[in-house]
């Protein structure tokens, strides 16, 4: 099997975990175009602000040609499912996802749940990024304290469902699973 066949049918789910400006979406993107194209981008990131805006067109301007960005800020899960086999799949950001959950006051847990049991059948290379919030001081506030356990949760679950974990510190990676 030559290696843009092998990479073509690759079956795996590759999770990407670090700090703030670690260089997790900049590392995924790279693992994302190992394999051939189109690639699709699930963005999960709602622009409130100027700086978000910024952000989200800053991640835009560093990708070219092949890559299909869907916009999935609620229905991640719908907009995994939408996607054809094979096809690799970048999604960034999980803690932004898990955000937009907690501030519609949804089911958290619920909507995690489903998330990790379709995360845990790639039907293509799959690569997925979230944050490492837990590393730091317990937070002052009861709902950044609830965001940070369920940050840590959803984490885990889409960990122990992963092929191989990566976990970022100053634009490095270092394997964890």
């Known amino acids: 099997m030559t290696g843009a066949t092998a ?4 079956r795996k789910l590759t999770f990407i975990l670090g700090g703030a400006r670690s260089g997790k979406s900049t590392h995924a993107e790279t693992l994302t175009t190992d394999y051939p194209s189109p690639w699709a981008y699930i963005a999960t990131a ?7 805006r ?13 890559w299909v960005t869907v916009d999935a800020p609620l229905d991640l899960v719908g907009a995994i499912e ?12 999980l803690t932004l996802w898990l955000t937009n959950h907690m501030l519609a006051e949804h089911d958290v ?19 997925v ?8 001081i317990v937070p002052d506030n009861a709902l950044a304290r609830r965001f940070r356990d369920a940050a840590g949760r959803l984490n885990q679950q889409v960990a122990a469902a992963a092929d191989s974990v990566l976990m970022m510190v100053a634009g490095l990676p270092l394997k964890v699973k």
């Open 7 to 10: 990479a073509s049918t690759a």
């Open 46 to 52: 709602q622009a409130y602000d100027d700086e978000m």
């Open 54 to 66: 910024e952000r989200i067109a800053l991640h835009r301007s560093r990708r070219g040609e092949g």
């Open 82 to 93: 939408a996607l054809p086999d094979h096809q690799p799949v970048l999604i960034d950001c």
């Open 109 to 127: 847990e619920a909507e995690c749940r489903r998330l990790a049991d379709v995360l845990s059948r790639p039907r293509g290379p799959w690569f």
């Open 129 to 136: 990024v979230s944050n490492e919030v837990g590393l730091g």
